[in-house]
C-alpha cells in the first residue's frame, strides 16, 4: 500500500489525539520563558512538537521512535548491500511504520519516476559563477523547481485546508525524487568540468547520487551514501533548518519554498556548515605537524587552541550530552573499510584525548563528538575532498525530514507562525523592582 494511503488511514487517530489535547488541555502551561532565554536564542523553550524524530540528550536522535543502531538494523536493505534503503526511511518518517521491502521499494520506484529535472535547473545553475558556495547553488535550484509545486497550483484554484497535506505530500516526494541529481549536478559543475551522467535505473537513490558524480562501480562509497543519507535525515523539529522551514510553511508557502528557507539556514557555519569545518581543521592539523602527531603532541596543540579562545570543531553539541550515535555509526563504516586511513587514526586520536580536555575546561556541557567530528573524513576517504560540498550531502538528506514535517503540519492544521516580540523597555519594567536573581549564564561583561 502507498504512503498516501496508509497516511490517510492514521490520519483519524493522530488528529484525535492532537485535538483533545487542543481542546482538552488548551491552557496547560507547559513550561516558562526567562529573560537568559529570550536573549539566549530561545535555547530549550518548548515551543513545538514533532512525532518523526526526537534528540534524547544521552541516547541521540530517535528516528520515529527508534534509535540510529534499531534504524539501521530494522530498515529493509538494498538487495546486495548490508546498508539501507533511503525509500525505506522516508516511509518510516512520513508514515510511521517500519517499511516492508515492498514498501520501501514502492518510495524508491516513485522517486525514479519523478527524478528528471527540468532544464531551468540547470539553467539557474549556470548562470551562476563556478565559486559560487554550493549551497547557493542548491538553494536555488530548489526555488527554480518551486513553479512545479502542485499545492501552489491548487491552491490558487481553491483547496479545502483538510487536503492540503495531499499536495505537500506529491510536493515533497516529486522534490525529494530529484536531489540526488541536483547534488550530483552541482558537484560536476563545480569540480568535475560539467560533466554529465543520467541516473542509472537500476540503482537505488542513495547509490544513484554516488553513480552520478562518477562513483558507479565504486561499491563502498555507494554503501557510505545509503549510510550517510539515513544518519542525517531529521534532527527533531526545532533546529535551524527545521523550524525555518516549518515556520516559512506555515505560511503556507509550498514545500519548495520552505525547504529552500531551511537550506539557508543549514548553510549556515553554526548549523550545518560546521562539517567542513571540521574537515579543515583536520587537515590543518596533520599539516602543523607534517606527520601524524602522538598523543602528547596532539593533546598539547587541543590546549593550545582552546588558550587562544578557538572552537574544536566536531565536539559539543547543543542538545546532545553523549556521543553522538551517528558519529558512532560512522565510525564503525570507518573501522571496517578504512582502517589505515591517516585522517581516521587523527578522529580516533580526537576522541582519546579532546573530552578529557574539554571537561577540564569546565565549559563546555557536552565534551564529546557531534557528527561533524568524522563526516568529513569518510567522504576525503573516497576522493570527495571538496569539503564545500559536504553541507549539499547533508541537505539532500535532511529534505527528506523537513518535508516530512510539512506534510504532518498540514495533517494537523498547524496555523502560521506569529510569536510575540517585546522591547527592552519592556522587560525592563517587568523586573523593576525585582531583587538581582544572580548571574544567568548568558551574562557577559
Ligand atoms: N570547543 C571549545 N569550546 C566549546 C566547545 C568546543 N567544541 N563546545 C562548547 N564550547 C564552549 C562554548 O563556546 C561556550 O563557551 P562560552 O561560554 O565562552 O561562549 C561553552 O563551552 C558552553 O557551550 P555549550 O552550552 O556547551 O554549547 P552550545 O550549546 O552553546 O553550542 C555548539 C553548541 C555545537 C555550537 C558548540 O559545542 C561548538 O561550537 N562546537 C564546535 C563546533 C561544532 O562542532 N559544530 C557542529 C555542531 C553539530 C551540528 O549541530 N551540526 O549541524
Not at 64 to 71: D, L, N, Q
Not at 123 to 144: E, G, K, N, W, Y
Not at 346 to 368: Q, R, S
Not at 425 to 437: A, K
Request: charged share 20%.
Amino acid at each position: 500500500m502507498g504512503m498516501k494511503e496508509r497516511i490517510k488511514e492514521k490520519i483519524p487517530a493522530w488528529r484525535d489525539r492532537v485535538n483533545r489535547l487542543k481542546r482538552d488541555f488548551g491552557p496547560f502551561k507547559v513550561g516558562e520563558v526567562t529573560v537568559e532565554q529570550i536573549f539566549g536564542g530561545i535555547r530549550g523553550v518548548q515551543i513545538s512538537v514533532s512525532d518523526i524524530s526526537y534528540v534524547d540528550p544521552m541516547e541521540g536522535v530517535r528516528l520515529r521512535g527508534y534509535t540510529i543502531p534499531e534504524t539501521l538494523a530494522l530498515l529493509p536493505k538494498v538487495p546486495g548491500s548490508a546498508y539501507p534503503m533511503m525509500g525505506g526511511l522516508y516511509y518510516l518518517l512520513m508514515v510511521d511504520d517500519m517499511p516492508t521491502m515492498e514498501d520501501a521499494l514502492e518510495v524508491e520506484q516513485e522517486w525514479k519516476a519523478n527524478s528528471e529535472i527540468p532544464s531551468c535547473v540547470f539553467d539557474v545553475i549556470h548562470a551562476m559563477p563556478r565559486s559560487t558556495h554550493a549551497m547557493t547553488l542548491f538553494s536555488q535550484s530548489i526555488l527554480a523547481l518551486q513553479s512545479q509545486s502542485v499545492f501552489a497550483t491548487e491552491y490558487s484554484h481553491g483547496l479545502a485546508k483538510k487536503d492540503y497535506w495531499e499536495y505537500y505530500l506529491e510536493d515533497g516526494v516529486k522534490m525529494t525524487a530529484k536531489l540526488p541529481g541536483i547534488g550530483a549536478y552541482i558537484y560536476n559543475y563545480k569540480y568535475q568540468d560539467g560533466v554529465y551522467i543520467p541516473p542509472d535505473p537500476d540503482l537505488d537513490w542513495s547509490a544513484n547520487f554516488a553513480h552520478m558524480i562518477g562513483k558507479g562501480d565504486h561499491r563502498e562509497y555507494q554503501d557510505l551514501c545509503r549510510l550517510f543519507f539515513v544518519l542525517h535525515s531529521d534532527h527533531e523539529g526545532a533546529n535551524v533548518s527545521a523550524h525555518t522551514s516549518h515556520l516559512v510553511a506555515s505560511a503556507l508557502s509550498d514545500i519548495y519554498l520552505a525547504s529552500a528557507a531551511g537550506l539557508n539556514g543549514l548553510a549556515g557555519p553554526l548549523h550545518g556548515l560546521a562539517n567542513q569545518e571540521c574537515l579543515r581543521w583536520l587537515l590543518n592539523t596533520y599539516e602543523h605537524f607534517g606527520k601524524l602527531p602522538n598523543r602528547d603532541e596532539f593533546a598539547q596543540y587541543v590546549r593550545d587552541i582552546l588558550t587562544n579562545g578557538q572552537v574544536v570543531p566536531g565536539y559539543g553539541h547543543a542538545v546532545l550530552r553523549v556521543t553522538d550515535p551517528r558519529f558512532t555509526a560512522q565510525l564503525e563504516f570507518a573501522e571496517k573499510y578504512m582502517p589505515d586511513d591517516e585522517l581516521l587514526y587523527l578522529v580516533k586520536l580526537g576522541l582519546d584525548v579532546i573530552p578529557e580536555i574539554l571537561l577540564e575546561t569546565g565549559k563546555a556541557k557536552n565534551p564529546y563528538p557531534n557528527v561533524d567530528a568524522i563526516n568529513g573524513t569518510l567522504q576525503h576517504h573516497y576522493g570527495v575532498t571538496q569539503f564545500d560540498f559536504y553541507t549539499v550531502l547533508f541537505g539532500i538528506s535532511r529534505l527528506v525530514g523537513i518535508t516530512t514535517h510539512a506534510v504532518w503540519s498540514r495533517i494537523f492544521g498547524k496555523p502560521i507562525e506569529r510569536p510575540k516580540s517585546l522591547t527592552t523597555q519592556m522587560l525592563e519594567d517587568m523586573v523593576e523592582g525585582l531583587p538581582p536573581m544572580g548571574n544567568g549564564s548568558g551574562a557577559k561583561e
